[in-house]
């Protein structure tokens, strides 16, 4: 059984990642600051010059919902195929399985930090001083971090039997990009169709973004404790099903 | 104690794993698709002791590769049980968890985390890996520009260096020169001389012969012979040179 330092391998790993994929890169860390960009400016563009948009604070608002959005999908992705990317070492060396697809979440925070930097820089910008709110940011970035973990726990494990998986997640991501209130907000939602959102751990992560960065309140305490609820099912979750699935890897990678 | 006991191991793999994808799966649920499984190791039962070192020698598909697997707790088996105690650092495939566009000395950090070691005692033996070796200055080059050879010789290092309890090695000693191989053969020696096993899997006689103490003949998953090295050696070649004759 292996026995070894859990904290030390994680680390490695991710190290790996950030290591490999920003050699192969001659900007490095500027791609990851030019996609949000980009995206920002052509939704602004197109939202306010050619479908009229009067709300000054708009470019912020699609920020806060574009950082957030890119953190899940992307996690999300690479998370579900890590398992198999990583085949070499599952069938060759004894590490707890798990150390994978959370390995592959932590490498995605990496970029994450680098483009929440990049958020909270043009909040700045724009005049929109510090407040005692911004504590709450990283409480609700762990949440999500926690939902996206268990999310590819599950994912990856079932991608190893059924290599549709993949597919779906990314099917399921570009229907979840209209489903986030990312270039409208929240009050445009008609009142029926508002029970969709709240069960929407994304759109609930971009609401309390904006509450917290632009409009400069405290997040809700329901829409706090229903993310909380739902980051540690869903955690749970994750753990059950790849620990049932994962005996059957060796076979099947 | 033994370090390594198998008790009526069987391993069996399904004919058509090849595949996942939905359809595959549809048609099972179905009943379409219909295999009998295959068995890669049956009814396979062995111990070995503190400072034992048992040569594992066999044909083709006889199940060594498998056995390996099971000891280093890769997969589980589905019969009978598998009893190790102590850290293993297996040794399976040239370079497996070494990425190429890492430095030789990223790759030995990675991989000495990946067989367990905390960050204080790889940077402890991080010297001394490097210095066995023998890959000098080209440890901050990345593991692209080494041949085969240093690759071997760094994974080996790494393994021997760590202080496994059990060491599971494939078929690698055939790599790297002679006079590498003369160092790891003396490595060797002095880990199982510590009280510590290996397993040592070979197609060519004359390395387990070498190596071994005992040696395990396996044909088609089951157990031919166990026992002194030179009888079992002699049984498996005898075996090999009357079927050539057929």
Known sequence: MWNGDYLFLIRNLVEKDFKVRYRNMSLGVLWSLLNPLIMMAVLTFIFTKILAQRDRNFPLAVLCGLVPFNFFTVAWVTGTTSLLENTSLIKRVPVPRQVFPIASVLSNCLHLLIQIALLLGIILVFGRGINIHWLWLPVIWGLEILFVMGLTLTFSSINVYVRDTRYVVESANTVLFWLVPIFYSFAVIPVRFRGLYQINPVAALVLMMRNVLIEGHAPLGSTLIRLAAGSVIMFGIGLAVFAKLKDGFYSRL | ?246
């Open chain 2, 1 to 246: 104690m033994p370090l390594i006991e198998f008790q009526n191991v069987s391993k069996w793999f399904p004919h058509s794993t090849g595949r996942q994808l939905l359809r595959t799966h549809i048609a099972r649920w179905f009943g379409r698709v219909h295999h009998e499984p295959f068995y890669a190791l049956r009814d396979v039962s062995f111990r070995v002791e503190e400072g034992e070192t048992l040569g594992i020698v066999g044909s083709n598909g006889a199940g060594k590769s498998t056995l390996l697997s099971l000891a280093a707790g890769l997969t589980r088996p589905d019969h009978g049980a598998v009893r190790v105690n102590g850290r293993v650092a297996p040794l399976l495939e040239l370079g497996a968890g070494f990425h190429p566009d890492l430095t030789g000395a990223e790759n030995l950090v990675l991989n000495a985390a990946l067989l367990g070691l905390s960050k204080r005692k790889t940077n402890e033996l991080f010297d001394s890996i490097v210095e066995f070796s023998g890959i000098g200055e080209f440890i901050d080059d990345p593991l692209r520009t080494y041949s085969s050879g240093m690759v071997m010789r760094l994974a080996f290092s790494v393994a021997i260096q760590c202080e496994p309890a059990i060491l599971l090695i494939d078929e690698i000693l055939a790599v790297g020169d002679a006079s590498f191989q003369e160092k790891s053969k003396a490595a060797l020696v002095s880990f199982c001389r510590a009280g510590k096993s290996m397993l040592f899997v070979s197609h060519s006689p004359g390395a387990v012969r070498e190596m071994c103490d005992r040696a395990l003949w396996l044909d088609h998953g089951s157990v031919m012979m166990d026992g002194d090295v030179e009888a079992v050696l002699e049984a498996y070649e005898g075996r090999a040179v009357m079927k050539h004759r057929t």
